[in-house]
């Protein structure tokens, strides 16, 4: 049995649809992701997986139970941290814990969860006087004090700086690793290929593309390959254009970058040996998930820009 079932959801407010049809199944065990621009319907969908929100259409399934008439079930077994979440800001770390462990029939012992994400020393301190690393960590043990067997992450890095957000990654890869299914909704590109077995992409409140991060890397545009050298000596740069695959050559001061399809390494590579010319300072960049996603959103981002 899957661990999430969305099928052909849909909620509106008044004359705005929110979501319009998206469906999905979550492996047990997976970390599961959903990117999608701003407005896509990412939150909107997580928070009718979590009961949070009632749809208009289509179905909910976690782990076999309906959010809307198993509400309660529900809540035992799903653990969420919501985008907007937040607690009084002089609240204590181990009094928020408390009181989230007094909703659940067999909660985590509270000790052992300040242990386990690095609260200890911080059991007494405000939330409010709390780093921004620390609030996410918080944040994650709230989530994990009912002892879920599923649970829902919504941006759980935004705002975070780089060293704070690869700690919160090892956080979630420490859940799955308790044998829990992670849900996480993000728009960090790095994150999503780093954690995630599986990605949806939602736009316009629809699932565009469903795939494994290499699988959607995969979709970028044909022409998403590209390199960037200093050459030892001069170049032909009309011989560069016209090898096999490139599509573009540009000049960059000392610098130059060839861009073209899944040929265009190779030829160049080969170009350059015969030639004895060395490619200093090289850079390569292949299709990303960054392409795919601008590939398959693109229009929101014209829309944005108009």
Not at 4 to 10: E, P
Not at 180 to 190: G, K, Q
Not at 241 to 263: F, N
Not at 265 to 286: F, M, S
């Amino acid at each position: 049995m899957p661990a999430i079932t969305v099928s052909h959801l849909r909620k509106t407010y008044d004359d705005t649809i929110a979501v319009a049809d998206v469906s999905f199944e979550v492996g047990a065990g997976e970390i599961f992701g959903i990117l999608g621009p701003n407005g896509a319907g990412k939150t909107t969908t997580v928070e009718c997986i979590s009961g949070l929100r009632t749809p208009d259409g289509g179905e909910v399934r976690v782990l076999g139970l309906d959010p809307r008439h198993d509400r309660e079930e529900v809540r035992q077994v799903l653990g969420v941290q919501l985008q907007e979440s937040q607690l009084p800001g002089k609240i204590q770390v181990r009094e928020a814990l408390e009181l989230y462990a007094s909703f659940y029939r067999d909660p985590a012992d509270v000790g052992e969860l300040l242990e386990q994400w690095g609260l200890a020393d911080k059991a007494k301190a405000r939330f409010g006087r709390l780093s921004g690393g620390q609030k996410q960590r918080l944040a994650i043990a709230l989530a994990m004090v009912g002892n879920p067997r599923v649970v829902v992450l919504d941006e759980l890095t935004t705002g975070l700086d780089p060293h704070a957000r690869r700690t919160a990654w090892e956080l979630v890869e420490q859940v799955r690793a308790a044998g829990v299914t992670v849900l996480l909704v993000t728009h960090f590109m790095e994150e999503a290929e780093r954690l995630c077995d599986r990605l949806a992409v939602i736009d316009r409140g629809r699932v565009v593309a469903l795939d494994t991060p290499a699988g959607l890397a995969a979709r970028g545009p044909a022409a998403a390959q590209r390199m960037r050298f200093r050459p030892s000596q001069a170049v032909d740069v009309a011989e560069l254009r016209a090898l096999p695959g490139v599509t573009s050559v540009e000049r960059h001061g000392a610098h130059l970058e060839v861009a073209g399809d899944a040929d265009v390494i190779g030829a160049v590579t080969a170009y350059l040996a015969r030639r004895q010319i060395i490619a200093a300072e090289l850079r390569v960049e292949q299709s990303s998930l960054d392409d795919a996603f601008i590939a398959l959103t693109s229009h929101a981002t014209a829309a944005q820009e108009a």
